[in-house]
């Protein structure tokens, strides 16, 4: 079993609605849950971190946590063509002082005009 | 405030031959990592610095890549000797928190 996983996609979504984008991992001692974007050759950027079980909310951006089920979601309302991306999920390992990311293999977005 | 700097940003190298990149984190951070980002593919932690000490580096091919963080600050990654397969682009990304990674613009490779 892959430590995280992502459906690659794409996703097409039409522009206003909402974008759902969903990544399991299989750590069950796991803490911090983060979601990148990346735009075609560029480096990921920050969007949302979660560390609590529940939903995060943040703009138009949702992040919802569920350490039982191990699932972590983001949520994008008001989905503009400016979203389009690959959006990627990331685990922090858990324990010692090691704290780099696990990332999935990333979710391709596109919002339709 | 300046962000994480890398360079170069682009190399083309033949296989066996050996290359390095060079990494400039934010001010003050005390965490470095360098990732290797296979195209469609999530990046993967190569290895990790707490100041200028290794905290990780399980998944570093050691028998041909290697990493030090100069005086806890720049940071070179070296790799000998190069194959096919380590096409890619190199990410630095440094941190002062958990949570917080600002990556750099990366170090595309290819490796012909």
């Known amino acids: 079993q892959k430590e995280v996983e992502q459906n690659s996609g794409p996703l097409s979504v039409p522009e206003g609605a909402i974008a759902s984008l969903n990544c399991t991992y299989s750590?069950?001692?796991?803490?911090?849950f983060f979601w990148y974007r990346q735009y075609s050759g560029k480096s990921p950027e920050l969007i949302m971190s979660?560390?609590?079980?529940g939903d995060k909310e943040d703009g138009r951006f949702t992040a919802q946590l569920n350490k039982a089920s191990q699932y972590v979601s983001l949520l994008i309302r008001d989905s503009q063509p400016s979203d389009s991306a690959t959006y990627l999920c990331?685990?922090?390992?858990?324990?010692?002082?090691?704290?780099?990311?696990?990332f999935g293999k990333g979710t391709h977005l596109i919002i339709q005009p | 405030e300046a962000g994480v700097a890398q360079s170069p940003r682009y190399k083309i190298i033949e296989k066996r031959q050996s290359v390095a990149f060079w990494c400039n984190p934010i001010?003050?951070?005390?965490?470095l990592y360098w990732y290797q980002q296979i195209l469609g593919q999530g990046p993967k932690l190569l290895i990790q610095?707490?100041?200028?000490?290794?905290?990780?580096d399980s998944q570093l091919p050691k028998d041909r890549f290697s990493a030090e963080r100069l005086k806890g600050v720049d940071s070179t990654l070296k790799i000998q000797p190069a194959k096919l397969e380590d096409s890619a682009v190199y990410l630095c990304?440094?941190?002062?928190?958990?949570?917080?990674?600002?990556f750099g613009p990366g170090t595309r490779l290819t490796v012909t």
């Open positions: 750590d069950r001692g796991s803490q911090s």
């Open positions: 001010s003050g951070h005390a965490t």
């Open positions: 990304a440094s941190s002062s928190t958990v949570g917080v990674r600002d």
């Open positions: 610095f707490q100041n200028n000490g290794v905290v990780d």
């Open positions: 979660i560390y609590s079980n």
């Open positions: 990331a685990v922090k390992k858990s324990g010692g002082g090691a704290d780099g990311l696990t």
